[in-house]
């Protein structure tokens, strides 16, 4: 029995139409344009991608101290604004927001489980419209989380969040190894956006897109 819902953001809700490694050549240029180019982009993602607090503006002070570069006192303004340039180049999946405001509907207690930095996924978050559909967000780079997925501990805040036990709670996401290895190690049942002969290799559900999860949701799982 499933009675709650956990959703990834990225590659499974939506995401940056742009292409994220365009993003962060966007950002080099503004803050270290003499730098090395592919030395800041695989820095700055490591940055991204760090456990515990982070936002893009302390990713990026961390970066450009690592490069031994000082970064420039309107640090904090530019990263703002690159985090609204962000938010205005995300795009909800097709079919996200009606399956999210169906089981919004019917009752489902929903939660949004995201990797990455907390200002930048909450704002994505708020563009898209999807802020008010979930009980409960948990976002990898908010200090209250700290952790990233596949780590047991931003599973466990979820299911307390909807008031779940793990085993009757489902998770849906692209990554194998975050969304659903992560969701399944906690106890919890999960499906894959993604390839069918990915997910049988993992044992669990594979759907090819937003629309044909809602069909799997309502005939195996009565939601």
Not at 32 to 41: C, L
Not at 109 to 114: Q, R
């Amino acid at each position: 029995m499933v009675r709650a819902l956990c959703f990834d953001l990225d590659g499974t809700l939506g995401g940056y139409a742009g292409g994220f490694g365009s993003f962060l050549a966007w950002l080099r240029q503004e803050v270290a344009p003499d730098g090395e180019p592919g030395r800041f982009v695989e820095v700055m993602q490591e940055e991204l991608r760090r456990d515990g607090p982070v936002t893009l503006e302390t990713a990026l002070k961390r970066t450009l101290l690592r490069l031994g570069q000082r970064p420039p006192l309107d640090l904090g303004a530019t990263a703002r604004a690159f985090v609204r340039a962000y938010a205005e180049d995300v795009r909800p999946a097709p079919g996200a927001a009606e399956l999210l405001a169906r089981l919004r509907g019917a009752g489902v207690p929903l939660a949004l489980v995201s990797n990455g930095p907390a200002d930048m996924q909450r704002s994505a978050l708020r563009a898209l419209g999807f802020e008010g559909l979930f009980d409960a967000v948990l976002v990898s780079g908010d200090p209250e989380v700290g952790a990233r997925k596949p780590a047991a501990r931003i599973f466990s805040l979820a299911c307390s969040g909807l008031a779940a036990l793990p085993g009757e709670t489902l998770m849906v996401g692209d990554s194998p190894a975050s969304d659903v290895q992560g969701a399944r190690g906690y106890g919890m049942q999960a499906v894959l956006l993604g390839p069918q002969a990915e997910g049988e290799r993992l044992g669990v559900p594979a759907v090819a897109d937003v629309p044909e999860l809602d069909a799997l949701l309502r005939r195996r799982f009565g939601l």
